[in-house]
């Protein structure tokens, strides 16, 4: 079992659509979680950190889970601009290692 | 931006030949990483250093080696690279504390014919 899964996708939606992705972890003793996105051929960037009580950035809300290991992004109207693969992160321990899922493929269409 | 450069941003080889890639912060971030990024794996971490001339293993280190002998510098060497080893390469950095991110690189594509 991967330590950090996503599903894959893509998930393809219209301009304006919501959508969320969730990805579940594994240790339960993970500490921190972010959400990453990635354009085609580009680095991943930090999109927002994952708190427990749930964060809100514009159209984006993650929510985390312990109890149940996972991690959710929810994206409201939905832009072209969204269009990239989205990757869960998960940090365990105190030496700062981070272990990113494959991310999941989001295409927002015209 | 974080002042990450990786350098060089491409390179093409040939099998069996040293490769060292360079990454180079300007944050005077104490963490820094190395991870590939292959089709079906997504980033996994190869080395990490937690300070200067202090180094660790992660999950897919054999045939790498590390070397950081200034905080801004961490390089990553393939001592004699195969075609496994193609990939790309990001460099990251952290300013470690509880639930810090990290930050990336642009990045660096190897090829090994």
């Known amino acids: 079992r991967k330590e950090v899964e996503q599903d894959p996708g893509p998930f393809n939606v219209p301009e304006g659509a919501t959508v969320a992705f969730n990805c579940t972890y594994s240790?339960?003793?993970?500490?921190?979680f972010f959400w990453y996105r990635q354009d085609c051929r580009k680095e991943p960037k930090l999109l927002m950190s994952v708190y427990s009580s749930g964060n809100e950035d514009g159209r984006f809300t993650a929510q985390l889970n312990r109890a149940s290991q996972y991690i959710s992004l929810l994206i409201r109207d939905s832009k072209l601009s969204d269009s990239a693969t989205y990757l869960c992160v998960v940090g365990t321990g105190n030496t700062g290692k981070l272990i990113f899922g494959q991310g999941t493929t989001l295409q927002v269409k015209p | 931006d974080a002042g990450i450069t990786q350098s060089p941003r491409h390179k093409v080889t040939e099998t069996g030949t040293p490769v060292t890639l360079r990454c180079h912060q300007t944050?005077?971030?104490?963490?820094m990483y190395w991870y590939r990024q292959d089709p079906g794996h997504g980033l996994r971490l190869i080395h990490y250093?937690?300070?200067?001339?202090?180094?660790d293993k992660g999950e897919v280190s054999d045939g790498y080696s590390v070397s950081r002998s200034k905080t801004e510098d961490f390089l990553l060497t393939l001592e004699s690279a195969t075609s496994s080893q193609t990939s790309v390469y990001f460099c990251?950095?952290?300013?470690?504390?509880?639930?810090?991110?990290?930050?990336f690189g642009d990045g660096t594509r190897l090829s090994i014919l």
């Open positions: 240790n339960s003793a993970s500490q921190s």
């Open positions: 250093s937690y300070g200067v001339k202090d180094t």
């Open positions: 990251a950095i952290s300013d470690m504390g509880p639930n810090q991110p990290q930050h």
């Open positions: 944050e005077n971030h104490r963490y």
